[in-house]
C-alpha cells in the first residue's frame, strides 16, 4: 500500500477504498478533529494534575484524560480527581481510562460516570480496557484473567453500564455474565450527555469489540505504530458493517508523545513543522480524529497547542476534496429506533445538533411532560425565532404527524407531547429582560418558568400574576390566561399583556399588539395555541411587595356548609385576598381534610391577619401556617428535573358564578363518586372582571370562581360533571380542560367569539398547522362543529 501525505479532512466522511487514481488508501471518518491531553494523575503532588486539566482548557485542548490505575499507590483515584478537576474547569471534556474493569464494578462505574457526567455538564467520555497488569489485579482482590476473559469481561461491563443508564426502562436490571451479574439493579441516574464509550488496547478480539459495540477506539501510538493502526481499522471495520453498523460511527483515537526540537531526528521528534507532517497521515489516511498528547509538561503542552494544532488543521484543510460527500450522522442503534413518516435526514441543520431522536439519550428528558406520558417521534429544541420558523417549515412538511409546542411542559390540557409526532419545545427562548423601569415593562421569553420570572422582578419590588406553581412555562399560561394568586388583585397574566412577538404557521415572523395586527393580539390572549408560537411576551408588571401567604388544613366533615361558607367569605374579602381549595374523596378511617391557600398582597401583618380571618373561621382546623414573604418564594415552589408524567389526564374543568348550596351539594355528591380524586377551586373575580367581555378572546369575566376536577374514567367523569356541575357552569379555561369533544370549543368561547377566532383562522392558520390543542376550524369550513 502506498502511503499518501495529503487526503481527506477528519471533518470528510468515510471514503471509499478504490479512487479515481487507482490508489488504494485506508479510511477517514468524518469526524471533527479533536486534541487533548494525557496527564500522569501523581499523588505526590495532587495540585499539579489539576494544574495541567486547567493549563489544558486555557491552551484550547478538546480534552483532558487520565488513565485509571488502581493497583498504583503513587496515583491519584481518577474518580476523585475528575469530581475535582470537574469542579476547576468549565468547558473542556474529561475523559477516564479504565483500564482495569476487573476492579471496577460496572453497575458501579456507571452510577458514577453518569453522575459525573451530571455535576459537569455533559463533559465525561469513557474507556475501557483489558490493562496489562492481571498480577496486580489480582493482588487488589481481583479475578485473574487471561486475555480472552479480560476481552469478554469487558464486552460484558460495556452492556451493564449501558443498561444501567437506560433509565427509559423502569424495569430493574438482570443481568448474568460469565464475569458480572446484576439480581435487579435499579437503573439511573440518567447522564447529561451520550458518554462515549471507547475501548483502549489492541487486541484482535478487543478490537472487534469496538466494532460491534463501542464508540471508538483509543490506540497508543509506540505500542501500535501507524501499520497497527490500519490493521486495526480493518478489523474494526469489518466488524461493524458485520453487526450492521457504519464504520464512521467509531471514532478513532491515538494517543502520542515526542519531543519538540531544532532540527528532526525522528517521528514527533522535532520542529513543529515536522509534527504536522509525521502526524497527516495518520488523520486524512488512517482516520484518527482524536490526537491525544501525552504530556506532564507545560511547554510541551503550550508548544504544540500554538504551533502544531493550527498548522495541523490548515494541511488537513488544504488536502479536503470538495465538495464534502455527507456528515456523520446518528448510530445505527439510534436509527432503529426512529418512527415512521418522519424525514428525519431532513431536519434543518440550525436545528440538528439540538434535536432529539427516540434513540437519543436525552429522550427520557423530553418525552413526556408534567401530568402526561408521551413518545414523541422527534423533539425539536429552537433557540431563535428563525430557528423556530425552521422547525415550522419542518412541521408543515409533516402535517399528517401531530404537532406539540411546549414550553415548561407542565399543561394539563395542553398537547406538548403525543405519540409519534413532533414537539417543539421553546424551552431555550428563556430571556427575561428589562426594557422600561418607568413603566415596569418587561420582555419574557416563553421558555422562562414562572418561578424564574418571579425571581428576576423581585429585586425591583415588581411581580406579576401567573399561575400557582412556578414550574409552569411562560408560553403555554401567557397565550391561554393565566388564573393565579393575585387574580383578584391584579386580574389575569394575560391583561398584563402589550405585545407579543411570534412565528406564524407559514413561518412569517410578526409582532402583535393594540397598534399592530391588534387582531391577532386580540386573539393570542386566550386562544393562541392556535395561531402561532409566541418567541417573545412584553408585559406590563405590578409594584408588589411582601405578601401575606396562608396554608389552612380544615375539617372537611360537611363539605356543602364548607364550600358554601368559603366561597362566600372570598366574595366578601378584599381584592387584595386571592384564595383556593382543594378536596379528595373520603378516606376509610381518615378525618375528612380541606387544604385551604390564601395569598393576601399586602405587607401589613394586621391587615393580611384580618383578611384572612374569615378563611380560617370557615370550618374547624386541623393545621395552619401564615407568613410574610415574597412572592417570588412563593413561586419557588418546583424543581429543575425532568418531567416524567405517565398516562393520560382525565380532568373536567368549568367557571361559576357563586358557590351556592346547590353548586356545594352537587360538588359534595360529585367527591363521594368516587370518580374524582382532586378537586380545586380557584377564586377569581375582582380584577379579572374589570376587563370586558370582549376585550380579548378569554371572554369570562362574570364568574367569581373555576373549578376543575380531576378523575380517573373518562366517561364516568365525563357523566357526573355533566350531571352535577354542567347547569352550574358558566364557560371553561381551556387550559384545565382534557375533554376531546368539539362543545368544549363553544363552552370555552361565547358565539361571537368564536366566530370571530374562525375567521382569524382562516386568515392566519387556513390548513391547520396548529390542529392538536383545542383546533378551531377555520370559517371556511362546516360551521357544524368547530
Do not use: C
Not at 580 to 590: E, F, N, V, Y
Not at 681 to 704: K, L
Amino acid at each position: 500500500m502506498t502511503r499518501l501525505t495529503r487526503g481527506w479532512d477528519a471533518a470528510a466522511v468515510f471514503w471509499l477504498t478504490h479512487q479515481p487514481l487507482g490508489e488504494v488508501v485506508t479510511a477517514n471518518y468524518g469526524h471533527r478533529l479533536e486534541f487533548g491531553t494525557l496527564v500522569t494523575p501523581v499523588a505526590t503532588s495532587p495540585a499539579t494534575p489539576v494544574a495541567l486539566a486547567r493549563r489544558s482548557e486555557e491552551l484550547g485542548y478538546d480534552l483532558v484524560a487520565f488513565r485509571d490505575d488502581p493497583d498504583q499507590p503513587a496515583h491519584l483515584d481518577i474518580w476523585t480527581l475528575l469530581a475535582w478537576v470537574a469542579g476547576r474547569t468549565e468547558r473542556i471534556h474529561l475523559a477516564a481510562s479504565v483500564r482495569s474493569v476487573p476492579l471496577r464494578s460496572p453497575a458501579v462505574l456507571a452510577r458514577s460516570a453518569a453522575s459525573l457526567d451530571l455535576l459537569s455538564g455533559g463533559r465525561l467520555e469513557l474507556a475501557l480496557g483489558v490493562g496489562d497488569a492481571p498480577e496486580a489485579v489480582e493482588a487488589m482482590g481481583g479475578p485473574r484473567l487471561d486475555p480472552h476473559q479480560a476481552v469478554e469481561s469487558v464486552g460484558e461491563a460495556l452492556d451493564v453500564i449501558r443498561d444501567m443508564l437506560d433509565t427509559d426502562r423502569q424495569d430493574a436490571l438482570r443481568y448474568s455474565g460469565a464475569h458480572h451479574r446484576l439480581a435487579g439493579a435499579e437503573r439511573g441516574p440518567l447522564p447529561a450527555h451520550h458518554i462515549p464509550f471507547w475501548l483502549d488496547g489492541d487486541d484482535g478480539r478487543l478490537l472487534r469489540l469496538v466494532g460491534t459495540k463501542a464508540d471508538g477506539w483509543l490506540a497508543t501510538l509506540d505500542r501500535t505504530g501507524p501499520d497497527g493502526l490500519r490493521a486495526g481499522n480493518k478489523i474494526i471495520d469489518e466488524a461493524a458493517r458485520e453487526a450492521g453498523r457504519d464504520p464512521a460511527e467509531i471514532r478513532r483515537l491515538v494517543t502520542i508523545s515526542g519531543v519538540f526540537a531544532d532540527t528532526r531526528r525522528g517521528f514527533l521528534d522535532g520542529p513543529p513543522a515536522a509534527w504536522v507532517e509525521d502526524l497527516l497521515p495518520l488523520v486524512v489516511e488512517d482516520g484518527v480524529g482524536t490526537l491525544v498528547v501525552a504530556t506532564d509538561d507545560t511547554g510541551t503542552m503550550e508548544r504544540f497547542a500554538r504551533e502544531v494544532v493550527p498548522a495541523l488543521r490548515e494541511a488537513v484543510d488544504r488536502a479536503l476534496p470538495a465538495p464534502l460527500p455527507r456528515t456523520v450522522g446518528r448510530s445505527a442503534a439510534v436509527r432503529a429506533k426512529r418512527r415512521p413518516g418522519i424525514a428525519y435526514d431532513e431536519v434543518p441543520a440550525s436545528l440538528a445538533d439540538t434535536a432529539v431522536e427516540p434513540g437519543d439519550v436525552a429522550y427520557a428528558r423530553v418525552r413526556s411532560n408534567y401530568l402526561r406520558g408521551g413518545a414523541p417521534g422527534l423533539v425539536l429544541r429552537p433557540r431563535t425565532p428563525a430557528e423556530v420558523a425552521d422547525a415550522l417549515a419542518f412541521a408543515r412538511a409533516h402535517r399528517h404527524l401531530p404537532l406539540g409546542v411546549r414550553s415548561g411542559g407542565h399543561g394539563i390540557s395542553g398537547r406538548s407531547t403525543n405519540d409519534g409526532g413532533i414537539v417543539i419545545d421553546v424551552g431555550a427562548l428563556n430571556e427575561i429582560e428589562v426594557l422600561d423601569r418607568a413603566t415596569r415593562r418587561v420582555r419574557i421569553g416563553p421558555g422562562a418558568r414562572w418561578m424564574d420570572v418571579a425571581a428576576a422582578l423581585h429585586p425591583y419590588g415588581w411581580a406579576l400574576t401567573s399561575g400557582d406553581y412556578g414550574g409552569v412555562g411562560v408560553g403555554g399560561l401567557a397565550t391561554a390566561g393565566g388564573v393565579g394568586w393575585m387574580a383578584r388583585k391584579h386580574g389575569l397574566t394575560i391583561d398584563h399583556l402589550r405585545a407579543v412577538e411570534m412565528v406564524l404557521a407559514d413561518g412569517t415572523r410578526v409582532r402583535a399588539s393594540e397598534t399592530e395586527n391588534p387582531d391577532l393580539f386580540w386573539a393570542v390572549r386566550g386562544a393562541g395555541a392556535n395561531f402561532g408560537v409566541v418567541t417573545a411576551f412584553e408585559f406590563e408588571v405590578d409594584e408588589v411587595g411582601a405578601v401575606g401567604w396562608a396554608q389552612f388544613a380544615l375539617d372537611a366533615s360537611d363539605p356543602v356548609g364548607l364550600l358554601t361558607r368559603w366561597g362566600a367569605a372570598v366574595e366578601a374579602a378584599p381584592r387584595d385576598l386571592t384564595s383556593a381549595i382543594i378536596m379528595g374523596p373520603p378516606r376509610m378511617g381518615q378525618p375528612r381534610v380541606a387544604q385551604v391557600m390564601a395569598m393576601v398582597d399586602s405587607d401589613d401583618p394586621e391587615t393580611v391577619v384580618r383578611q384572612l380571618q374569615p378563611l380560617a373561621d370557615v370550618a374547624p382546623g386541623y393545621d395552619q401556617q401564615v407568613v410574610l414573604t415574597s412572592y417570588a418564594s412563593v413561586m419557588a415552589n418546583a424543581t429543575d428535573g425532568p418531567h416524567h408524567g405517565q398516562g393520560e389526564p382525565i380532568t373536567r374543568s368549568g367557571f361559576v358564578d357563586h358557590i351556592t348550596p346547590d353548586f356545594a351539594e352537587a360538588a359534595a355528591r360529585l367527591l363521594a363518586s368516587g370518580v374524582v380524586y382532586f378537586f380545586h377551586i380557584r377564586s377569581v373575580g375582582g380584577a379579572v372582571n374589570d376587563v370586558p367581555p370582549g376585550a380579548m378572546a378569554w371572554s369570562h369575566r362574570g364568574a367569581n370562581f373555576h373549578v376543575t376536577a380531576f378523575g380517573r374514567h373518562r366517561g364516568r367523569l365525563d357523566a357526573l360533571w355533566d350531571e352535577l356541575l354542567g347547569t352550574h357552569q358558566r364557560g371553561l379555561y381551556l387550559s384545565f380542560e382534557t375533554d376531546p369533544r368539539p362543545e368544549r370549543l363553544r363552552d370555552a368561547f361565547p358565539p361571537a367569539t368564536l366566530d370571530r377566532l374562525r375567521a382569524l383562522k382562516s386568515r392566519y392558520d387556513p390548513d391547520r398547522l396548529f390542529h392538536d390543542n383545542f383546533a378551531i376550524t377555520p370559517d371556511t369550513a362546516s360551521r357544524t362543529t368547530p
